[in-house]
């Protein structure tokens, strides 16, 4: 069955430390891979996506991701994070697998707090 | 470009009722789809339309239902409403139904049952 998984409910970083937000994947096809972020009360913002190609793919806000086929994982990074950073990241899996159009699969998420 | 919207932001309603949720697509855009957001079961698939049809549905029980209006614009509808029917509504907007295309999101309904 198609899933993702985050395995980190909540994450505290210092304000100017390195992130990395881990996800995998369970798909039966070609994966085309997100990453969300929700702040409170929000709707979801794309931060960036991965269709094919370059497996390390640059998203807006500073962030990118890398795509790790053998792992099935799909990890989310920042060098430096900003306390306005503070807010919850979905990683998600779309494609065109078993009718699937047009349905994303999400993860539980990752709440992210930063330290002053 | 204006983006998704949604109306309406807030709703409460009381067991029993129905309601029904609006989302206007970005504009060229010609798929809608809807998802629920609970804290317990996270942001779960509701059905996506593409050209006023329903293209897919989630496991979700038929007092969901949904339909897409001839300018793209979508309608959800929730009947016989309970109290686990409380969340975040979204609609996320794409060109066209295949997985490859993006999907941009509305800020949300928030509908509270009482």
């Known amino acids: 069955a198609q899933s993702v998984t985050q395995p980190d409910i909540h994450i505290t970083v210092s304000e100017g430390a390195s992130l990395e937000l881990r996800c995998n994947y369970s798909?039966?096809?070609?994966?085309?891979l997100f990453w969300y972020v929700q702040s409170p009360g929000q709707g979801l913002q794309l931060l960036l996506k991965?269709?094919?190609?370059?497996?390390l793919v640059q998203g807006i806000k500073g962030f990118e991701a890398e795509f790790k086929r053998s792992q099935s994982s799909f990890n989310l990074r920042k060098p430096s994070v900003h306390w306005s950073d503070a807010a919850e990241y979905f990683c998600?899996?779309?494609?065109?697998?078993?009718?699937?159009?047009?349905?994303?699969?999400f993860g539980k998420g990752t709440k992210l707090s930063v330290k002053p | 470009k204006a983006g998704v919207t949604q109306t309406p932001r807030y709703l409460i309603k009381t067991r029993g009722q129905q309601v029904t949720l609006s989302c206007s697509p970005i504009?060229?855009?010609?798929?809608v789809s809807w998802y629920q957001q609970t804290p317990g079961q996270g942001l779960q698939f509701l059905f996506e339309?593409?050209?006023?049809?329903?293209?897919n549905k989630g496991n979700f029980p038929g007092r969901f239902s949904g339909r897409q209006f001839s300018n793209s614009r979508s309608e959800m509808n929730v009947s016989t409403l309970e109290l686990g029917d409380s969340a975040l509504y979204l609609c996320?907007?794409?060109?066209?139904?295949?997985?490859?295309?993006?999907?941009?999101f509305g800020p949300g309904t928030r509908l509270l049952v009482l």
């Open positions: 996320a907007s794409s060109r066209s139904t295949s997985g490859q295309e993006t999907q941009y």
């Open positions: 798909y039966g096809a070609t994966p085309y």
């Open positions: 991965y269709f094919s190609g370059d497996t």
């Open positions: 998600a899996v779309g494609g065109n697998y078993g009718g699937s159009q047009g349905n994303l699969i």
């Open positions: 504009s060229g855009h010609r798929s």
């Open positions: 339309y593409f050209s006023e049809t329903q293209r």
